[in-house]
């Protein structure tokens, strides 16, 4: 993400998983948000709802929560219509 940022190639979507080793998606967010950085759409990926907390979703501005029972198989779709609507 910062060397895509620092070389003028800014990612459009992150598609942050809520369960990773050490740092959750939700921390991961926090940290895009913290630099600065309103302009990155950034969605979740999990399979336990009550993981993330909707006061800390709303703050980093999320587009969705998307659930790995629901949206594992439609994952491109998902991204394909997010990166649609950005257009």
């Given at each position: 993400?910062?060397?895509?940022?620092?070389?003028?190639?800014?990612?459009?979507?992150?598609?942050?998983?809520?369960?990773?080793?050490?740092?959750?998606?939700?921390?991961?967010?926090?940290?895009?948000?913290?630099?600065?950085?309103?302009?990155?759409?950034?969605?979740?990926?999990?399979?336990?709802?009550?993981?993330?907390?909707?006061?800390?979703?709303?703050?980093?501005k999320a587009i969705?929560?998307?659930?790995?029972?629901?949206?594992?198989?439609?994952?491109?779709?998902?991204?394909?219509?997010?990166?649609?609507?950005?257009?």
């Amino acid at each position: 993400y910062h060397i895509a940022q620092q070389k003028g190639i800014p990612y459009n979507l992150l598609v942050l998983d809520n369960q990773m080793p050490e740092l959750t998606g939700m921390d991961v967010a926090e940290r895009v948000r913290a630099t600065g950085d309103s302009k990155t759409m950034i969605a979740f990926f999990t399979a336990y709802l009550e993981s993330l907390d909707e006061q800390r979703v709303a703050n980093v501005k999320a587009i969705g929560v998307w659930f790995k029972t629901d949206g594992l198989l439609n994952v491109g779709e998902l991204i394909e219509k997010v990166l649609q609507k950005k257009d």
